[in-house]
Every structure is written in structure tokens, then in C-alpha cells.
């Protein structure tokens, strides 16, 4: 009840491109639902986050879909470009308690 | 820069030694989460304590783990008689009530048990 599944594992996508990752949770109780970005040797940075009130968030290039029926969000990156090269987490959780996040997808912009 | 410092960065253990990580939050952040990362896997969470509480500590390994977050000083994740399994990186973040939902993550401790 506690899992976020997220897919694809790994994505490579032209630079200029959209680059779009998938997660899907169970559980119901969970609140907050952020994206998290990390580059090789760094600890996960905050890159946006969504409440369940609300089924979409746009920052820059960074937009959240949330489907609460679904249970699925999902981060979509406008015109990515290299150095949008990382991995991304999503993850989800209930008040201010401890995070689940799900497995990471790899993300690669070419040129 | 008042971010969640952990030392050390690196950390070499042979088999059967003692690791001790090190996390001190941001200024004014009383709630500590520690995390564990696998290569190529996510981040699991480990423990969640507060000022010289533990709160939730469902993901530990029952045997040859322990964390604390005394009064005074950093947070402190210790692991006894390491085994090559223990090699990952480890995450501390911080949190503070009154800015909800505000994690703010270390840079990690990466952990090689030789």
C-alpha cells in the first residue's frame, strides 16, 4: 500500500523535446506528491511538487499532471535540454512524515 | 550556506568495523529522515526522529543499526559490524513544522565496505 511505481526506468529524448515520467501510488492517505532531481554524486534536489486539490502545476518548463480517480501524476519537462540530464524520483507521502519514492527514471537530452 | 550538512562525504569500512554518518539540518529544522540509497535503486526510507525522539524508525534493520538527534549536535546514524551489503549512499533531510512539506536534503554519505 505504500509503493509509488514509476516508469520508464531510463528515457533519452532530443534535446528541444518533451520529456515525460509516469507514477502511479496506492495509497490513498498520501498528500503531497513532489518530484525530485539528482545528479551523479548529489543528494535529491526539490523540483515541484502537487497537492491532491489540484490536477495540474506549472513551474518554467517543469509541469505536474495529477490524476487523483487514477492515482497516477506525472512530470512533464517542456523544450528539455541537456542539462536536464539526471535522474528524476517522484514520491509521495502523508503529512510531514517520511517520503516513499519510487524507483527513479534515468533521463538523457541529446543534442 | 545554512543547507543539511553530512560528513563525511566518503567513508571506507572493512568488514566488521563500526560507521558512523554524521547529518546537522538547517538552522532552525527539528526533524531529521534518514534515507538509503542502492546503486541504481531509490531512496528507502530509514528513520525519522526529532530532538532526542525517535519517531518512526519502520525502515531500520532490526540488528546492528541505530540513529539518534541528541539536544545538542548533529544527527548521528550508526551502523555496527558493517557488511558489503551496508555499501550505498546515505541521505539525511530535514524538515521544519512550520514550513510543511519544506524536505531539504544532504549531499550524502557514500559508504564502502571493503
Known amino acids: 500500500q505504500q509503493q509509488v511505481k514509476q516508469s520508464p526506468q531510463s528515457l533519452i529524448v532530443q534535446k528541444g523535446g518533451i520529456s515525460i515520467i509516469n507514477c502511479a501510488y496506492e495509497?490513498?492517505?498520501?498528500?503531497?506528491f513532489p518530484w525530485y532531481q539528482q545528479f551523479p554524486g548529489k543528494g535529491p534536489a526539490l523540483l515541484i511538487a502537487?497537492?491532491?486539490?489540484?490536477s495540474e502545476k506549472k513551474e518554467g518548463r517543469f509541469t505536474i499532471s495529477f490524476n487523483k480517480s487514477a492515482k497516477q501524476f506525472s512530470l512533464h519537462i517542456m523544450d528539455s535540454q541537456p542539462g536536464d540530464s539526471a535522474t528524476y524520483f517522484c514520491?509521495?507521502?502523508?503529512?510531514?512524515?517520511?517520503?516513499?519514492f519510487g524507483t527513479g527514471t534515468r533521463l538523457t537530452i541529446i543534442p | 550556506n545554512a543547507g543539511v550538512m553530512q560528513n563525511p562525504r566518503h567513508l571506507v569500512r572493512r568488514r566488521g568495523q563500526e560507521a558512523r554518518l554524521r547529518c546537522s539540518p538547517m538552522?532552525?529544522?527539528?526533524?531529521v529522515y534518514w534515507y538509503r540509497q542502492l546503486p541504481e535503486e531509490g531512496l528507502k526510507f530509514m528513520v525519522y526522529?526529532?530532538?532526542?525522539?525517535?519517531?518512526?524508525e519502520s525502515g531500520m534493520p532490526k540488528e546492528r543499526f541505530s540513529a539518534e538527534f541528541p539536544k545538542e549536535g548533529p544527527s548521528i546514524l550508526r551502523i555496527q559490524q558493517v557488511v558489503r551489503g551496508d555499501s550505498a549512499a546515505y541521505f539525511c533531510a530535514s524538515s521544519s513544522r512550520t514550513t510543511n512539506y519544506g524536505y531539504t536534503f544532504g549531499s550524502g554519505t557514500r559508504l564502502t565496505v571493503v
Open positions: 495509497n490513498t492517505a498520501f498528500d503531497y
Open positions: 514520491a509521495a507521502t502523508f503529512g510531514n512524515e517520511k517520503l516513499t
Open positions: 538552522k532552525g529544522h527539528s526533524h
Open positions: 502537487i497537492r491532491p486539490d489540484v
Open positions: 526522529l526529532q530532538k532526542e525522539n525517535i519517531i518512526d
